[in-house]
């Protein structure tokens, strides 16, 4: 065999010698999620508090139904829903239900005391479609630190069916043999005895057949008055949804604070006063329903931007977009980034399935 055949057999043996040694060497290092092995190790952390987008649309959603019928000569606001329409929504942002946060608490404990507080999980808002939605975004996160193994409360709104179309479909959710708090003002409860009768608790009548529906309790809750959910403090808000209702939005969290205003077209000077009180906002989800004109019952985003302004929160969401008037989520953002590019606070819109950890 030539001399120089022989070398370079040799080389290319000891190279790939060495590969194989190196590629030994890393697949025997742990990976770098793997737990601790030692037993002088501290266990990790107890997982963060985190809010989750269920919701994030209009009344209506996104994609609009009309539009997917008139693909041959689609009108121009229909582009969004044509977008919300392409692919698995799981990985489309353009695809919106309505408006509904989950709020996960995980609470740690005080230096006063050794046990830890109850975690919580809490949905604000369940309207027409929120059983797709959890089914299609809480199972996401099963074994993980933002697992949900059920609801503990759930917080209302308002009376419109966006926001409680969704009652019954809770008895899916619901702990077996456990009656699940409701918490609303006593607009929203009017509303609810008239469409869902069959929820409020009453004595059998004579012959009724038993039937399986949401096992619920329902409590009313008051403007300003803060109400528990275990651990988990929240404040009802009211503003103005319209010059025919008032609706609530919610605070809550007391080291990152959270201000959540879904529905509103004005803000009263008394919950102006209190949002104030609060100190600076860390997250703000707000109501926009339309980017370039107002309505009579939302905000549009000329009200949106001033309500930022005013409060200066360090990030906000915005919730209940319009598909017809709203660009798809991308080009809107970008036109957020660019409007707001003479402020530190960070707007961009909120999308179903977004998930944020906040210390709550």
Not at 9 to 35: D, G, M
Not at 162 to 181: F, K, W
């Amino acid at each position: 065999m030539p001399h120089n055949v022989m070398m370079a057999r040799q080389v290319t043996a000891a190279t790939l010698t060495a590969i194989a040694a190196l590629e030994w060497q890393t697949r025997s290092k742990p990976n770098h999620f793997s737990p601790p092995t030692s037993s002088c190790e501290s266990p990790p952390p107890r997982p963060s508090s985190f809010i989750m987008f269920l919701g994030s649309g209009s009344s209506t959603g996104c994609p609009k139904p009309r539009c997917l019928l008139q693909t041959a000569q689609p009108p121009p606001y229909c582009s969004t829903s044509l977008k919300a329409n392409a692919g698995d929504p799981r990985n489309n942002k353009d695809y919106r239900g309505n408006p509904s946060l989950l709020i996960g608490h995980r609470p740690t404990s005080t230096s006063n005391s050794s046990s830890t507080p109850p975690s919580s999980n809490v949905v604000i808002d369940v309207g027409k479609t929120f059983r797709e939605h959890f089914i299609r975004w809480a199972p996401q996160h099963n074994n993980t630190p933002y697992s949900i193994p059920s609801i503990d409360a759930v917080v209302l709104t308002h009376e419109h069916m966006d926001a409680y179309g969704g009652l019954d479909d809770l008895r899916g959710v619901q702990e077996h043999m456990q009656t699940l708090p409701i918490h609303l003002s006593n607009h929203t409860m009017t509303a609810v005895k008239r469409t869902y009768p069959y929820l409020i608790p009453r004595p059998p009548s004579p012959g009724e057949v038993k039937r399986h529906v949401a096992s619920v309790d329902f409590k009313l809750f008051k403007p300003f008055s803060p109400f528990k959910v275990n651990d988990l403090s929240i404040t009802p808000l009211p503003v103005i949804h319209g010059e025919d209702c008032t609706c609530f939005g919610f605070s809550f969290g007391t080291k990152e604070k959270v201000l959540y205003l879904s529905d509103i077209s004005w803000m009263p000077a008394d919950t102006s006063n209190f949002i104030s009180s609060l100190g600076e906002i860390d997250i703000l989800v707000l109501d926009t329903l339309f980017f370039f004109r107002s309505h009579n019952t939302h905000f549009g985003l000329k009200e949106a931007e001033e309500l930022i302004r005013e409060i200066k929160p360090k990030k906000c969401y915005l919730v209940g977009m319009s598909c017809d008037e709203v660009p798809p989520h991308d080009e809107a953002n970008a036109l957020l980034k660019k409007r707001f590019s003479d402020t530190h606070i960070s707007v961009e819109l909120a999308y179903d399935g977004l998930t944020l950890p906040v210390d709550l």
